[in-house]
């Protein structure tokens, strides 16, 4: 089993990397290997809370991060520098997950066998 | 690892993010438009100082920054590498972490 990292860092509908990892994320836990995600920079931005995308036309895929569970993907890590900076907090964010300082962040990082950005 | 960057700072700031998780020992290779980071007056002049300075490495694409007249304005510390130097860098580690 390889541990994989993915590293979340764009809004979730200005551009197709957010529902591209989502999908990538599932293929990769149904191959049974150690998955973690993480959220920093704009990514942090694609489990906040109150998604309502009818206006805009296109499917509101934040939901799936809650069925994440189910597919035993349960390391969901975000990057305490990027939500301070949003003004965001944890009871902001639709999904469990834990908060990182920078130095643990760059440690479980390089801790990876293999790391795919978005 | 192998930090791979192709932004421009001025765009994005995957490069800031990068050097944020660069620990010693790593790696930090600069292609396409990450290259104008490596030039001097660039607004990451500082922090690739001291990235320098906790031991993680620097590199710029060659064939990059002569194609974006840039390669008489790169700075000091910043190894140049060719393609062949790029694929190195990518066996010569264990991990690449490319910040789209």
Redesign the interface.
Known sequence: MKKFMF?N??APYGTI?ALESLEVVLITATLDQDVSLVF??DGVYEIVKGQQTKGIGIKNFSPSYRALDGYDVEKLYVDQ?SLTERGLSVSDLLVPVEVLE?AQ???L??Q????L?? | ?LHIVNKSPYQT??LE?CL????PG?AVLLIEDGIYAATTGSPMQASLGQALAQQVKLYALKPDLEARGMDSRVLPDVTLVDYSGFVDLVSEH???????
């Open positions: 590293v860092r764009k990397y920093m920079d520098a920078t962040m760059a440690e990082m390089s990876q066998d293999v790391i950005s978005f | 690892m700031r995957s993010s944020r998780m660069a620990l790593h264990p991990t690449a972490n490319s910040w789209l």
